[in-house]
């Protein structure tokens, strides 16, 4: 993957990502620390490069999450729209209380596959 230049403006430390793919057909992405408009559009672009190779459901792991702005929250029902139109699922871990409250109080938790554990996100995939 190529590096994302908006890293560049990004305090060092405020953002973390990883990704582990799990049985070559679903992949694990762990978001944490602060989750604001400047990593949306990297963010944005790994899901269209993860919705268009076809391959792959997504976990999105927020649980370590100090703050999330709305432009992400945007970014994940943008992209539970684009896998599934090419017939795959996203479904996000908000296991802590800050993470869990913010979907609840946007009613995100409606839209979105939101579990408390990974084993439930991955149960409601597909």
């Known amino acids: 993957m190529d590096a994302d230049p908006f890293l560049d403006f990004i305090p060092e430390g405020t953002f973390k990502r990883r990704e582990e ?4 057909d679903t992949m694990v992405m762990e978001l944490g620390g602060e989750l604001d408009m ?3 559009p990297g963010l944005a ?3 269209h490069e993860l919705a268009e190779d076809g391959t792959r459901d997504v976990v999105v792991d927020v649980s ?3 703050f999330i702005d709305t432009t992400v929250l945007e970014t994940f029902v943008t992209a539970q729209h ?3 139109s ?3 699922s996203l479904s996000v871990i908000a296991g802590a209380p800050y993470t869990r409250r913010t979907f609840e109080l946007t ?3 409606d839209v979105l ?6 084993d439930e996100a991955l149960s409601k995939l597909g």
Request: hydrophobic residues 35%.
């Open 21 to 24: 793919a799990l049985g070559g």
């Open 107 to 109: 009613g995100l938790n």
């Open 82 to 84: 684009e896998l599934q």
């Open 113 to 118: 596959r939101v579990c408390g554990s990974r």
């Open 45 to 47: 672009a790994r899901f």
């Open 86 to 88: 090419h017939k795959h």
């Open 64 to 66: 370590d999450a100090r």
């Open 38 to 40: 400047f990593i949306s």
